[in-house]
């Protein structure tokens, strides 16, 4: 059959290709741009405020499918009842940078050698550089019988890490009578390693506040060796769960689960062969998750694990200059949190006008991340660390003890340091505050 095809240039800067195959047409937009920003979240939509407000107008797309961002930091305190699911979103159109466009679709091929990306909807977009800001996979039907599990109206299983799902998690601590309570953490890279226990010690502090804690069995299955990767914090945190009575059980990983029971199924990874099923009264369930299938199936932009595969210092792509990922899709091996998304902001934003202006990239990040381990309704530990899971604390107070101020820091002022500040590209993370309060300056 033969295609005729007409290019139309827009005043938008469109270029409307019309294919026209006998008597039916199909319209695909070119969109064409000098960065092209995929996922709007935390990462995409805060260097995106930089970009734009230094290159202009338009000269920034945001390729992004969702009607809300989220701020899924909330998502513990939801689950724990201390805030609403409304707190935690805005209609993504309000937070976009407004120099920049929305492109409401979805990346479904990367193109890296020709510098576009193909859409959902069959737009083409070219690019001159490349921010890849998509985010983590939820793989929730990885584990058999979860998802049925997770569909059950006032249901024992639970998962804080999906705004689907998150609400669930208090109405079943309410409905818990007695029995075991299982909290999970999988074998994957995760968002916020610290989340899968922050629930656990709201829950256990939730049981106590109700006078349910004598009948709950406090159970955390985790497939790491480790309580939590930095010492400092994992020494104090062996404290609050021996203090509690909760019995944690290392590399131990969540199979399958059986909802018309409620059993669930674990194996131990040192020792495949064992296995064992244990009755649930509540589940908590931190999904595996992964890169984003789209990335893991563009060989030339990714590791083998399908990350975006940068230079874990200046966050530039190891073989193509003009692309450069931010957050939780990026191989750098940090911990995957919005606290090292605010750092690397700065780094990507300075490197990528750097390389533009055909310089070198220069800046370098330091793998800060952050996560304030909830340990109740009125404590907190402020972990914050370096690539080297060396601690980088912001206070000059030991920040591995349970503190009121740090769990109100969480609840009050982290909020609208995100939607504020970090969204509109005015947040770095604390380094600068570090300094003064450490007398560095
Ligand atoms: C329960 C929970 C608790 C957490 N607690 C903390 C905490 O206390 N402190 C902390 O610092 N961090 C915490 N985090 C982690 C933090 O939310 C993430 O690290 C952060 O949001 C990562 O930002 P990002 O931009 O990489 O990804 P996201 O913010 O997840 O954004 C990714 C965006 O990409 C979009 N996208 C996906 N696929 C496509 C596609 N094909 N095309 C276009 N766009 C696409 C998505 O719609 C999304 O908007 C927590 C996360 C959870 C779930």
Known sequence: MN?????????????????????????NDIHRCKVLVVGGGAGGCSVAAKLSSKLGQGKVIILE?????YYQPMFTLIGGGIKSLEDSFRPMSKVL???????KDSAAKFEPEKNTVLTANGDKIEYEFLLVAMGLQ?????????????????GKVCSNYSPKYVNRTFEALKAFRTGNAIFTFPNSPVKCPGAPQKILYIAEH???KSKKRQNANMVYNTSLPVLFGVKHYADALWKVVEGRNIKVNLRTTLVEVYPERNQALFQNLDKPEETFTTDYEFLHVTPPMSAPDVLKSCEPLVTETGFVDVNKDTLQHVRFENVFAIGDCSASPNSKTAASVAAQSQVVYKNMVSVMNGHKPTRVFDGYASCPLV????SCILAEFDYNLNPLETFPVDQS???????LMKKDVMPPLYWHLLLNGLWNGPGLARKLMHFKL
């Open 3 to 27: 295609a005729v095809r007409i290019q139309v240039v827009l005043r938008s800067g469109v270029h409307n290709s019309i294919r026209a195959f006998g008597t039916t047409s199909v319209t």
């Open 65 to 69: 499918p969702s009607e809300r961002h």
């Open 97 to 103: 940078p407004a120099l920049a466009k929305w492109l």
């Open 138 to 154: 939820l793989n929730y039907d990885k584990i058999p019988g979860l998802v049925d599990a997770l569909a059950i109206p006032k």
């Open 206 to 208: 939730y049981m106590r």
């Open 375 to 378: 340990t109740g309704y009125n």
């Open 401 to 407: 003890k349970e503190r009121y101020s740090m769990f």
